[in-house]
Nanobody
């Protein structure tokens, strides 16, 4: 069965850090871009970050630039999202997804959400004191 399995997340105080993981099962992530999305209650899903298949290109939404870092370990078939300096407005369900469309090989050009094929199950991140 082809799937992305997420782990990490939870409750953290403002200013704290969390790391999300996204592991592929049943296929190798080596040839896929991977993106992270989030959806807060009552809001539409938004793109947070993506990383190219090689890991050499990344893209961040302005709202997380300088605070979040996306990375990948193809040997472990896993992509990570390190989230630092978390704010209450980062509270959302976070999803990872894989795409055959390149991420940021051309700066700013990233896959649309409908161009992602496999999605993780989602993980809750809550930033609150």
């Amino acid at each position: 069965q082809l799937q992305l399995v997420q782990s990490g997340g939870g409750l953290v105080q403002p200013g704290g850090s969390l790391r999300l993981s996204c592991a592929a099962s049943g296929f190798t992530l080596d040839y896929f871009s991977v993106g992270w999305f989030r959806q807060a209650p009552g809001k539409e899903r938004e793109g947070v970050s993506c990383i190219s298949a090689s890991g050499g290109n990344t893209h961040y939404d302005d709202s997380v630039k300088g605070r979040f870092t996306i990375s990948r370990d193809n040997a472990k078939n896993t992509v990570y999202l390190q989230m630092n300096s978390l704010k209450p407005e980062d509270t959302a369900v976070y999803y990872c997804a894989s795409s055959t469309i390149p991420c940021a090989v051309v700066p700013g050009l990233v896959p649309r959400s409908d161009e992602y094929d496999y999605w993780g199950q989602g993980t809750q991140v809550t930033v609150s004191s």
